[in-house]
């Protein structure tokens, strides 16, 4: 079974993730963009049984906007680390907290709220996949 480990940016909330993600792609949407302060978010979602927090559980702080992203960061440096989705028993770990992850992604979801256009051959999902409660509408590149 394949691990990766990460950490947020100073180190004191580290963790790892196990088996394989679900699915890794690009958010586009506000949310995701305000909170990665970038134009762009790269996600990978595995569920929520296969992440472990290794060390500083204490200093996880949380956040929900909505009930469907639980966001979290280190209370300590700021750097966010993972998005909890209880709704679909997955957690977003940020691909950028995951250097030993090959980053694969299938798809752009929330498109219609893009603010940088990527041309890359990819599906660009309207909002977010029929079976994720999305319209399942795609929007040309």
Request: charged share 20%; glycine share 10%.
């Amino acid at each position: 079974m394949s691990e990766y480990q990460g950490s947020c940016f100073c180190g004191t909330v580290k963790f790892q993730v196990s088996g394989a993600p679900e699915a890794m792609g690009y958010c586009h949407c506000d949310s995701c963009r305000r909170w990665s302060a970038g134009p762009v978010n790269a996600f990978s979602l595995w569920p929520i049984k296969n992440l472990q927090v290794l060390s500083g559980a204490d200093q996880v702080g949380e956040y929900h906007l909505t009930e469907q992203s639980y966001r979290k960061w280190c209370k300590h440096c700021g750097g966010h680390v993972f998005t909890d989705h209880p709704a679909w028993d997955l957690v977003d770990v940020y691909v950028a907290n995951l250097p030993g992850l090959t980053f694969e992604p299938a798809l752009h979801v929330h498109y219609q709220e893009s603010v940088l256009p990527i041309r890359d051959g990819l599906p660009k999902m309207k909002d977010m996949p029929a079976e994720m409660g999305g319209s399942g509408e795609t929007l040309p590149e």
